[in-house]
């Protein structure tokens, strides 16, 4: 099997719809790119947001709904997801999150500089700047993500025997991966040991890691299951995936790349309407009735 090469995409719990809609679209200027909701709870949007092009490793989906438990960060979580942006734009976004009154604290990551701040639930989230240079400031992806591991050192393994990420760098701090795909993303891993976390708003729930297709997916659940109790295949209407823990108790989801968001809606359409799976098509009028109004 090919290693893998990217997160396919980063979910997490959050409180109200419309913070996070106006936090991810208007201040951080990403794309609404699904509106649909939570398969296992159909009182609850599940929102995905990208970048403008809708590019691989630019997805972050969230679970949104004022009565989700609060959450604490710690063992066996994502610590901060971070985002990457335009060379020599860090500077911009400083005077931008000031004017959106949006706190920072300015920082390393990756060791490289980084902003440092939360959306409007207390997820963690960075900056960081890229090599590569462009005509905007916009969000190019996600560039990466902090792990706090209930057992650091087999989270790494795990990491890169049965995923084939590169360690980089180990300081007495961190282990340094790096992910084999094009856009260059990173997984640090927190080698101190930290009190288990809770899941709920303002954590991450889980990372879902890029498989191609349906037949390499059925080929690392089997190799995943030989070791590590797995989830059978799910159809998730835009990929298909499983979900499974690493040994450091942190929750990933390996996901197909297609059939992607376009399955459903056109490209320049999406996320403009609340999409439903065939099978929940006849509630549609009461799923409707039970969500939030969304500020389109
Ligand atoms: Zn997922």
């Not at 090469?5 to 719990?13: D, K």
């Not at 400083?94 to 409007?120: G, H, I, M, R, W």
């Not at 025997?161 to 891993?189: A, F, N, S, W």
Request: no cysteine; aromatic share 12%.
């Amino acid at each position: 099997m090919k290693p893998i090469q990217r997160i396919h995409h980063i979910s997490a719990t959050v409180a109200d719809p419309n913070e996070n809609l106006y936090f991810y679209r208007d201040v951080l200027g990403l794309r609404l790119v699904k509106q649909t909701i939570n398969f296992e709870n159909k009182a609850m949007y599940h929102l995905y947001f990208a970048n403008e092009q809708v590019d691989p490793g630019s997805v972050i989906t969230f679970f949104p709904h004022e009565e989700n438990p609060i959450g604490r960060v710690g063992a066996g979580q994502v610590r901060r997801i971070a985002f990457r942006v335009p060379k020599n734009t860090l500077h911009y976004w400083e005077t931008y999150l000031n004017k959106q009154a949006v706190a920072y604290t300015e920082d390393t990551l990756f060791q490289k500089s980084a902003l440092f701040f939360q959306d409007p639930h207390h997820l963690h989230l960075a900056l960081v700047e890229a090599e590569e240079t462009r005509e905007d400031q916009q969000i190019i992806g996600l560039h990466g993500v902090e792990l706090l591991s209930s057992d650091p050192i087999y989270t790494l393994e795990f990491l890169m025997q049965e995923m084939g990420l590169l360690l980089h760098k180990m300081t007495p701090k961190y282990y340094y991966l790096k992910m084999r795909g094009v856009e260059g993303q990173e997984v640090l891993i927190h080698r101190k040991f930290t009190k288990r976390g809770r899941l709920g708003i303002g954590t991450v729930h889980h990372i879902a890691w890029s498989v191609p297709d349906k037949e390499s997916l059925k080929s690392w659940e089997e190799t995943i299951a030989a070791h590590y109790p797995i989830t059978a295949i799910q159809n998730r209407q835009y990929f298909y995936s499983a979900y499974f823990k690493d040994p450091g108790q942190i929750i990933y989801e390996l996901a197909t790349d297609g059939p992607g968001f376009t399955v459903d809606e056109s490209l320049a359409t999406l996320g403009s309407t609340l999409m439903l799976p065939d099978q929940y098509e006849e509630e549609r009028a009461d799923i409707e009735r039970n969500l939030p109004k969304l500020n389109l």
